[in-house]
């Protein structure tokens, strides 16, 4: 079992940055994927970026050359600095994270563990 506990969120305006934070407790020294995740009102939950244990990273097209993804060594902390900020990128962010590895790894139906979410706003 892995519980993932997210800080980071805020309000800013457009062209502004955060930084997401995603810190795994219990077993995590065998997860394979994590990622984050974000749903905003109305909307189905999206990948927005994704790491595997051996580095390789996956983007959505939306966040792409705005949103870096990384982890430490022992895969205890996960984070995404978020620049360049649009109001389209509102929505709540959700860190996940698997033991196993996915072909698509910007599917949420994948994943079986999940924090409870932090909250982005980014105003015009």
């Known amino acids: 079992q892995v519980q993932l506990v997210e800080s980071g969120g805020g309000s800013v305006q457009a062209g502004g940055s955060l930084r997401l934070s995603c810190v795994a407790f219990?077993?995590?020294?065998?997860?394979?994927?994590m990622g984050w995740f974000r749903q905003a009102p109305g909307k189905e939950r999206e990948g927005v970026a994704a790491v595997d244990s051996d580095g390789t990273t996956s983007y959505a097209d939306s966040v792409k050359g705005r949103f870096t993804i990384s982890q430490d060594n022992a895969k205890t902390t996960l984070w995404m600095q978020m620049n360049s900020l649009k109001p389209e990128d509102t929505a709540m962010y959700y860190c996940a994270a698997d033991y196993r590895a996915f072909r698509d790894r910007l599917d949420p139906d994948d994943y079986n563990y999940w924090g409870q979410g932090t909250q982005v706003t980014v105003s015009s």
């Open positions: 219990g077993y995590a020294y065998s997860i394979y994927s």
